[in-house]
């Protein structure tokens, strides 16, 4: 079976614990979780987390089936498709001359990426896109040498209708 990146949010009670109950049913079931973010909502008392995992259609059926049984999930969304998906990306990347810091200038300017620090040795970008454009832009600059990268995990949100 053909498999692709599923995004699944889930409005949870916002309760110590919760978090816990939701990874374990993903252990127990055997699935792997790619990204895992978590955050308030508009609604008090009420977080989203947001899963992203890499499976086949039957597979994602099987697990939004398993999580709407649970008490603490009060609603499920597929946002795999339709859906505005972002992910924060944070970099550190060596600045060996003047022409380096150039063509890493350049390259926020094709980009998406914003300067967020920058010293005699390195520069710190913050990029925020969908997942594939970071894998790209990491690609073109990873001849610099990458010191530190962190990334959030996915975030998504179904379009308007």
Not at 9 to 31: C, N, Q, Y
Not at 85 to 107: F, G, H, S
């Given at each position: 079976?053909?498999?692709?990146?599923?995004?699944?949010?889930?409005?949870?009670?916002?309760?110590?614990?919760?978090?816990?109950?939701?990874?374990?049913?993903?252990?127990?079931?055997?699935?792997?979780?790619?990204?895992?973010?978590?955050?308030?909502?508009?609604?008090?008392?009420?977080s989203r987390i947001t899963?992203?995992?890499?499976?086949?259609?039957?597979?994602?059926?099987?697990?939004?089936?398993?999580?709407?049984?649970?008490?603490?999930?009060?609603?499920?969304?597929?946002?795999?498709?339709?859906?505005?998906?972002?992910?924060?990306?944070?970099?550190?990347?060596?600045?060996?001359?003047?022409?380096?810091?150039?063509?890493?200038?350049?390259?926020?300017?094709i980009y998406p990426a914003?300067?967020?620090?920058?010293?005699?040795?390195?520069?710190?970008?913050?990029?925020?896109?969908?997942?594939?454009?970071?894998?790209?832009?990491?690609?073109?600059?990873?001849?610099?040498?990458?010191?530190?990268?962190?990334?959030?995990?996915?975030?998504?949100?179904?379009?308007?209708?």
């Open positions: 079976m053909n498999t692709q990146t599923h995004i699944i949010a889930m409005h949870v009670i916002d309760e110590p614990g919760v978090l816990t109950k939701i990874s374990g049913l993903f252990t127990r079931r055997g699935f792997n979780i790619d990204t895992i973010t978590v955050g308030k909502t508009e609604t008090k008392g009420t899963v992203s995992l890499h499976c086949n259609e039957k597979t994602i059926e099987q697990l939004e089936k398993q999580l709407n049984k649970m008490i603490d999930i009060l609603k499920v969304t597929n946002v795999t498709d339709n859906s505005i998906v972002r992910e924060l990306c944070i970099i550190t990347i060596n600045i060996k001359n003047e022409t380096a810091r150039t063509e890493l200038i350049n390259y926020t300017k914003k300067i967020v620090d920058m010293n005699h040795t390195s520069m710190t970008l913050e990029f925020t896109d969908q997942p594939e454009n970071i894998e790209e832009f990491l690609k073109k600059i990873q001849q610099f040498g990458i010191k530190e990268m962190v990334r959030t995990g996915i975030i998504g949100i179904n379009k308007n209708r």
